[in-house]
């Protein structure tokens, strides 16, 4: 399955409301994940299941969607939301990521 | 507090064999509860998942790769391990092992990961 982000890459300030689509190449029902990888650093597990908080995430991060189509969305912008941010489908294996979207702040 | 290690050469010659151990601390790879992923980012790319193993014996690869990997385990040791075989300066990259969980969901996700160590193929 194939996955594809938009856009990339994308420039905001401090404050801003931020979406990040993520595209399936076939339904993957609710298996979409994001993470937020910062240069140097283990991904970090950001939103499962399309639309589940993961312990411990700021909750100015969610997520929406379902089958093909899903959205990472991050209202209030804060400075060390700068990183690349990932979606990822667990339907099936492979596991396939999506390319990547550099969120520049 | 659960904690994954990668650890190997970070230097491997062309058509050699690239090796890597991950070690779990604080929880244990037999439990059943968990997937055990290798997954890598050459510089400048994305994120590519390389294949699992899971406590029954089972493994899973990636299609691209599945000629050259093997990823075995040490339950005695509470490590799972990498070989990548006749690698070329594609391989180059950093390399992940991550834990896949599903948190009482219908669905898994990779909920643990570690730091990542950098393999360079070149002579």
């Known amino acids: 399955i194939q996955m594809t982000q938009s856009p990339s890459p994308l420039s905001a300030s401090v404050g801003d409301r931020v979406r990040i689509t993520c595209r399936a190449s076939?339904?993957?029902?609710?298996?979409l994940n994001w993470y937020q990888h910062k240069p140097g650093k283990a991904p970090k597990l950001l939103i499962y299941s399309a639309t589940t908080l993961q312990d411990g995430v700021p909750s100015r991060f969610s997520g929406s969607g379902s089958g093909t189509d899903f959205t990472l969305s991050i209202t209030d912008l804060h400075p060390e939301d700068s990183a690349t941010y990932y979606c990822q489908q667990s339907y099936n294996t492979p596991r396939t990521f999506g390319q990547g979207t550099k969120v520049e702040i | 507090q659960v904690q994954l290690q990668e650890s190997g050469p970070g230097l491997v010659k062309p058509s050699q064999t690239l090796s890597l151990t991950c070690s779990v601390s604080?929880?244990?790879?037999?439990?059943?509860?968990?997937?055990w992923s290798w997954i890598r980012q050459p510089a400048g790319k994305g994120l590519e998942w390389i294949g699992r193993f899971y406590s029954s014996g089972g493994t899973n690869y990636s299609p691209s790769l599945e000629s050259r990997v093997t990823i075995s385990v040490d339950t005695s040791k509470n490590q799972f391990a990498l070989n990548l075989t006749s690698v070329t300066a594609a391989d180059t990259a950093v390399y992940y092992c991550?834990?896949?969980?599903?948190?009482?969901?219908?669905?898994?996700?990779?909920?643990?990961w570690g730091r990542g160590t950098l393999v360079t193929v070149s002579s």
């Open positions: 991550a834990r896949e969980g599903r948190g009482g969901t219908l669905w898994w996700h990779f909920d643990l």
């Open positions: 604080g929880d244990s790879i037999s439990s059943g509860r968990y997937y």
């Open positions: 076939e339904s993957v029902r609710s298996s």
